[in-house]
């Protein structure tokens, strides 16, 4: 099979397509045939070896010192599953699956095996990109905004980074749930952000967040310039900060009304996201659909921090 290898921590041309071996499912596997993956942040993270400050240490030990650990990049996918292990039940070959690979990795490329556990069926009414781009941004925004923030209807939320993978998503589901929500981004992704659901939007070129004169019951830093000082300003007495990329400082002194850490990969929360897209309650916002080809591309598009939504890449060729 073609897959993009990650050989040594580097910059995006670091990344390369080459052949191997396809995967064997072990008896407690899948085998599948990814249609469509993501490249997110934590791709780009985990290729440069850069993690955010006081992170590169612990980083390095779990993905690999020196190298990445596991050479094919990738988490989020949607594809068919073609085999399955000797002890599978519940699931047979030529079903569309989708899900996270963890610490696992390798999405990215045109076959991967993963537990059953870790996936679950994708409706068809929901195509392989939009399940795959719903996945890291979706799942990560709906932890920290509903588990975190306990999001509810009447709630005033402030994304900042509101036009990223996780800010487009935050966005929607702050909306749906009744929020009136107020948008960070560029001047240029304002009437992105407006589609998605926010009332109120700031153009961080002409106000900084932290000048925003304006508190808020959730404020949602997507993007990781918000400290805990700055970000207390912006929230009411008894409101809620969330950092979703914070130092390891911060996230260790995260308490009270500041929340930081690691979003899990959890299939009921992948359900809840299908199923808000197959009802027309959200939608993925995909900047563009590449070929595995273009992985390097696609990981300088995200390394600009200039991203918009999500990028797909396609590991097979057109059929």
Do not use: W
């Amino acid at each position: 099979m073609r897959a993009a290898f990650a050989h040594q921590y580097g910059p995006p041309q670091s990344v390369s397509v080459s052949t191997t071996a396809t995967p064997h499912p072990a008896p407690h596997e899948i085998l599948v045939k990814v249609q469509a993956a993501s490249v997110t942040a934590a791709d780009a993270r985990l290729r440069a070896g850069t993690f955010p400050p006081g992170f590169t240490p612990i980083a390095r030990a779990v993905f690999g010192i020196t190298r990445p650990r596991n050479p094919i990049l990738g988490s989020s996918f949607s594809g068919i599953v073609v085999k399955v292990g000797d002890k599978i039940q519940g699931l047979t070959p030529g079903q569309e699956v989708c899900g996270m690979t963890g610490m696992a990795m390798g999405a990215h490329a045109e076959f991967l095996t993963i537990k059953p556990e870790k996936v679950t069926h994708k409706p068809a009414e929901v195509n392989h990109d939009d399940a795959a781009a719903i996945m890291f941004g979706g799942s990560t925004a709906l932890y920290f905004l509903r588990d975190l923030g306990n999001l509810h209807s009447g709630m005033s939320v402030l994304v900042n980074g509101a036009s990223g993978d996780l800010g487009t998503q935050a966005v929607q589901l702050a909306h749906h749930a009744g929020a009136r929500v107020t948008a960070v981004t560029s001047a240029v992704n304002t009437d992105l952000v407006r589609s998605l659901g926010a009332t109120s939007i700031h153009d961080y070129h002409a106000t900084p967040v932290t000048e925003i004169n304006e508190q808020f019951d959730i404020v949602f830093d997507t993007v990781g310039n918000i400290s805990p000082r700055q970000g207390k300003k912006l929230i009411t007495p008894d409101g809620t900060l969330l950092l979703a990329v914070a130092s390891l400082r911060e996230t260790l002194i995260a308490r009270g009304q500041v929340k930081a850490g690691a979003a899990p990969e959890r299939v009921g929360d992948f359900d809840y996201l299908l199923e808000q897209l197959r009802q027309g309650h959200l939608r993925s916002v995909i900047e563009q659909r590449m070929t595995l080809d273009d992985i390097a591309i696609a990981h300088a598009r995200v390394s600009s921090g200039r991203k918009v939504g999500s990028i797909i890449v396609h590991p097979h060729h057109a059929e």
